[in-house]
């Protein structure tokens, strides 16, 4: 007679290693730049761009031209506007539609975390989300992350 006991024993103990490594490797976050980066969205050549640096004016993309408005330091899990030093991306509470800037405070809704798909999800759970095409002055904002083209971006040294 097979002793199940230790099976089930040893089953248990490599399904917790397994667990363990999951875990560990949904955890790791990708490397930050050691400078100022671009967001590029997979949409073409339009970047994140903070074009005013009032407090809650939508953040939008526009067409990538290396200014400071569109590039961003990575300070932990948030990404400060470089034009607008102090600000940062904050994700839509219930009173607003759009990403905007806000004051550096380190709270759940500017965590964000680039994943190695090109999500760039948001602590809250969801994904920062170009809401329309690739013109000009579109809105950002964040939706339940899926695959579409519309929440792909690439961070640009």
Same mark, same amino acid.
């Given at each position: 007679?097979?002793?199940?006991?230790?099976?089930?024993g040893?089953?248990?103990?490599?399904?917790?290693?397994?667990?363990?490594?999951?875990? &560990?490797?949904?955890?790791?976050?990708?490397?930050?730049?050691?400078?100022?980066?671009?967001?590029?969205s997979?949409?073409?050549?339009? *970047?994140?761009?903070a074009?005013?640096?009032?407090?809650?004016? &939508?953040?939008?993309?526009?067409? *990538?031209?290396?200014?400071?408005?569109?590039?961003?330091?990575?300070?932990?899990?948030?990404?400060?506007?470089?034009?607008?030093?102090?600000? *940062?991306?904050?994700?839509?509470?219930?009173?607003?539609?759009t990403?905007?800037?806000?004051?550096?405070?380190?709270?759940?809704?500017q965590?964000?975390?680039?994943q190695?798909?090109g999500?760039?999800?948001i602590?809250?759970?969801?994904?920062?989300?170009?809401?329309?095409g690739?013109?000009?002055?579109?809105?950002?904002?964040?939706?339940? *992350?899926?695959?579409?083209v519309?929440?792909?971006?690439?961070?640009?040294?």
């Open positions: 007679m097979r002793n199940f006991r230790s099976i089930g040893a089953f248990v103990a490599v399904a917790a290693a397994a667990a363990v490594a999951g875990i &560990a490797g949904l955890s790791a976050a990708p490397a930050h730049a050691d400078g100022p980066v671009q967001v590029k997979r949409m073409g050549d339009v *970047c994140l761009d074009p005013d640096g009032s407090w809650l004016t &939508a953040v939008v993309v526009n067409p *990538c031209n290396g200014s400071d408005s569109q590039r961003w330091n990575q300070n932990g899990e948030q990404l400060e506007s470089v034009a607008f030093a102090g600000n *940062c991306l904050t994700s839509p509470n219930e009173d607003r539609w990403a905007h800037l806000g004051p550096c405070l380190n709270w759940y809704n965590h964000w975390n680039p190695p798909n999500h760039i999800m602590s809250l759970d969801g994904c920062l989300t170009v809401l329309g690739p013109n000009p002055g579109t809105w950002v904002s964040t939706r339940f *992350c899926g695959g579409d519309d929440q792909g971006w690439d961070l640009v040294a």
